[in-house]
């Protein structure tokens, strides 16, 4: 079913990196070759974009570092796999035994206990970086968010920015320990987590849960998408990807979120996004609205909150506008916010003035949180091509968690020599702070080994560290 308020157009850009070969390398060296025809790259007749661009040695030279990069994780896919698996295996050895010495000493006990990642106690690799379950119910909403949004009713049930960030951070997890912490820690009703196909992986690559504040008469529903897991190289490509769908009056959205929210067809909206779904398998952005659905006609003063980190914000970011699409408003009418924490770039300037005008007429329903030079917000690259861009500004946290609101944060695509210096210079700030910010705030706040080990690391790549929800968990209870 076409929308009334979007139309449908088969306009699109599609990179297939799998298929670049060395000589497609001329194609991005030589800006007045025309990647059309070229095999890797998929050019709709009705996209003029391709004409626009062509001549531009910026727009070649990011194409051409996206494709590569996507190429080198696809090769590397099953190494990194098998890599993540074990580190996240070895923490968990360690820490079900108690640590390094106890481990030893189970061993020649022989009473040696084996992690089961199936279970509530099993963290993710991220789960050890930042182990914090509890909320902390103390905090407060930055007054840049207060001052814009009517919270005063949701804030006498929870801070919502750090009950986001929390969502968003345990996402990462398993189902049972996602259960275990909404609702032995939080008490809270935990109402499902999905796990969701991808149509074009052929995979289930799609996580997120749902839960109330309360069982009967909630005032809160909350969804969380799980973001991109740091050993899925598959996760990787999709946040690389410069590939877009336009969506009419909407404008150009990312093509890989779209398919790991649920689309259908990639060369044609119509077919891509029906208004209703009569498939066998489960795709998120149907489940879960149905879910939701279900939820507001059974709780009918409950707000919704729609969150995410990395890949997930890309998607709580999504969800809302194929509901606009569908013209979902049932759901819709209840949406309180969207809070996305490093979150990509997933449409054009097109889609941003859409989604503005959507969610931000009435009071700013939509907040996007950046810290530092976090890596991710600054992907994929804003170029000729594709034109992704931010929307509706950044609520952008940096020095010892002070807030800005800023229509961009600063370096936009990552990769610009000025801010060199200064990159590696607060990567040191960051780590010199956590190894004495839990003496400042307290026990809760005492960074464990594998998070120093991942600043340290983030000293050689700036902005790989500063994508942790640590980071972002500080800003939303220390932030000001």
Not at 297 to 316: D, P, Q, V, W
Not at 397 to 403: E, F, L, P, T
Not at 448 to 472: E, K, M, N, W, Y
Request: aromatic content about 12%.
């Amino acid at each position: 079913m076409e929308s009334t308020c979007c139309g449908s157009s088969s306009s699109y850009i599609i990179y297939r990196p799998e298929k670049l070969k060395r000589s497609h390398i001329l194609d991005f060296l030589l800006p007045w070759r025309s990647l059309k025809g070229s095999g890797h790259v998929e050019i709709s007749s009705s996209s003029s974009h391709h004409d626009d661009s062509q001549g531009s040695i910026e727009a070649h030279w990011i194409t051409f570092f996206s494709c590569v990069l996507q190429k080198i994780m696809l090769r590397i896919r099953r190494p990194l796999s098998l890599l993540g698996f074990a580190l996240e295996f070895t923490l968990n050895l360690f820490s079900v035994n108690g640590g390094i010495l106890k481990l030893i000493a189970t061993i020649l006990r022989g009473s040696v206990v084996i992690p089961n990642s199936e279970s509530k106690e099993w963290r993710s690799f991220l789960g050890h970086i930042d182990g914090r379950i509890d909320l902390h119910r103390s905090s407060s909403v930055p007054s840049c968010i207060s001052k814009t949004a009517p919270t005063r009713r949701i804030e006498r049930i929870i801070n919502p920015l750090e009950l986001c960030m929390m969502a968003s951070k345990v996402a990462y997890e398993n189902p049972a320990y996602v259960n275990n912490a909404v609702t032995n820690h939080w008490k809270m009703h935990f109402e499902g987590f999905f796990n969701c196909w991808n149509v074009f992986l052929k995979e289930k690559t799609t996580h997120a849960f749902i839960f109330c504040d309360r069982p009967k008469n909630a005032r809160l529903i909350v969804v969380a998408f799980r973001g991109t897991e740091p050993f899925n190289a598959k996760n990787w490509c999709t946040d690389l990807d410069l590939s877009w769908l336009s969506m009419g009056k909407m404008g150009r959205v990312h093509l890989g979120f779209m398919k790991a929210l649920g689309l259908q067809d990639e060369k044609d909206v119509g077919k891509g996004w029906p208004k209703e779904y009569r498939g066998d398998k489960e795709l998120a952005y149907y489940l879960i609205g149905d879910k939701l659905r279900a939820l507001v006609e059974k709780n009918k003063g409950a707000k919704i909150l729609i969150t995410g980190h990395s890949l997930g914000a890309a998607l709580a970011t999504l969800f809302p506008a194929i509901l606009i699409h569908h013209q979902q408003t049932s759901i819709l009418s209840r949406l309180f916010g969207v809070y996305t924490f490093g979150q990509p770039r997933v449409g054009d300037k097109q889609f941003g003035s859409f989604m503005e005008t959507h969610l931000n007429s009435k009071f700013k329903r939509y907040v996007r949180v950046v810290y530092r030079y976090d890596i991710v917000p600054r992907i994929p690259f804003d170029d000729p091509y594709s034109q992704f861009v931010h929307f509706g500004g950044c609520l952008y946290y940096h020095g010892w968690y002070r807030a800005q609101v800023l229509n961009e944060e600063p370096d936009e695509n990552y990769f610009s020599p000025f801010y060199l210096l200064s990159k590696h210079f607060h990567a040191l700030l960051d780590l010199s702070r956590a190894l004495y910010i839990g003496i400042q705030h307290g026990k809760d706040y005492t960074e464990s080994s594998t998070s120093i080990l991942f600043r340290v690391f983030g000293l050689l790549v700036p902005g790989v560290a500063s994508h942790s929800p640590r980071d972002c968990v500080n800003a939303a209870r220390l932030g000001r």
